[in-house]
DNA sequence: GATCACCCCTACCCGCCGTCGGGGCCGGAT
DNA sequence: ATCCGGCCCCGACGGCGGGTAGGGGTGATC
């Protein structure tokens, strides 16, 4: 049995969801709270698996209490009925797994509980649709450019350059190896040869560019 | 009603998918692809609004055709058996707008094509979480700690060790600041003393956390 | 099966990096 | 005025970083 927080605070849309929600056979909502106080209280007092928590609330609103609560163990799911993107970021940056529509329908709702249970996420559609977006969209110029530039790397030779990009020294990194430091610094000499690199920083920079880590 | 094509090496996926999406009274199945050339020419051919894909086939794979099929128009749905980050990653860079495990119940994969019809996305459960996880540690989270440990550092300093995180050596910051080789050397470890940094790669690195170029 | 090419490893030499100690300068506190 | 602390600057030592030359192993081509 999936244990539900309710948090909103028209008590109309909290009666709406529990309603939704006590439907389903494998879910039982076990608190409601009208404002973010009340959240924090439940969340702490009631354990429950799962809550959801609408972003706009008089007081305190859900997002800036969405960090605490979700410290306090539950999956947290944020309600909203607009999917600004400025929600959106705040609420996965604060750890929720989950972004859904007021309007989303009971049967996906329940469905969305069920999902974030299993630890899980599930966003609406929109939101996903945007998160792919800015995710697609995040300079893959200079990702793939870097990454190109460090295609001729072997394994192996790309393996040492990742530890040098994490700032280790070449003893350092032929410790963990298991290799002489003589090799560690052959490595990355030919690496910097293939790259046109001078130095062991400008290998580093583009392992970071190359997001390898 | 929504259009679709279906592509997988194994005829017998393309069957099963075939009378999953034939069952919904808004979808057709208008043809089917075995390998990347087909699918290509299906989608300029029939023009579909989805392109459901499979990302492993002999020859050239889904991944890989990805862009092309996405640029000749249809929004397009990854199907995998396995939902490796690597995979995930190429087919949202690629355009893709729907991510699904072979195991999505019939109900679902008829919705996720709805919902991409209709402009949105759609991702397995487990693939969102991981693509939150990504965005969340990802965001300004990282920048404002680099940021946080740079600021102990004194103008001078922080001036110099940006020159360190472009990869250049103290000799070059001297020629550029006009300063003698010396005192670079002597702010460089200053700087490391203050930010408990071993290296001036790990100086590097936190410029670059900190989007400082 | 010999050659070739590539990758991985190792040993020695020199230049750069980083530490240590110290000097000149300015602003605030006693 | 003096002291004090912080910032910027400099010169000289030890150690790490990087260049060079070369040996052993493996697979492809013929």
Redesign the pocket.
């Known amino acids: 049995m999936i244990r539900v927080v309710v948090v909103d605070d028209e008590h109309l849309v909290r009666a709406g969801l529990r309603l939704i929600l006590e439907a389903a056979e494998d879910i039982t909502v076990v608190g409601e709270a009208a404002d973010a106080a009340g959240a924090l209280e439940q969340a702490h007092r009631l354990r429950p698996d799962v809550v959801l928590l609408d972003v706009r609330m008089p007081g305190v609103d859900g997002l800036t209490v969405a960090p605490e609560v979700v410290s306090a163990g539950p999956k947290v799911i944020m309600l909203t009925t607009f999917d600004l993107d400025e929600y959106v970021h705040r609420a996965l940056r604060a750890g929720a797994v989950g972004f859904l529509l007021k309007d989303t329908p009971p049967r996906e709702l329940a469905a969305a509980v069920r999902t974030v249970a299993a630890g899980n996420a599930m966003l609406a559609p929109t939101v996903t649709r945007r998160l792919i977006s800015s995710f697609a969209e995040r300079g893959p110029a200079r990702r793939d450019a870097a990454r190109q530039r460090l295609a ?6 790309l ?2 350059v990742r530890e ?1 990009a994490r700032g ?7 410790r963990r ?17 293939k790259l046109q ?7 580093a920079i583009l392992v970071h560019d190359a997001d390898l880590l």
Chains 1, 2 share one sequence.
């Open positions: 001729p790397l072997t394994a192996r030779e393996e040492i040098v280790l020294g070449n003893a350092e990194i032929a190896l298991t290799m002489s430091e003589a090799t560690v610094k052959a490595h990355v000499s030919r690496a910097l040869a690199a001078g130095n062991r920083v400008q290998l």
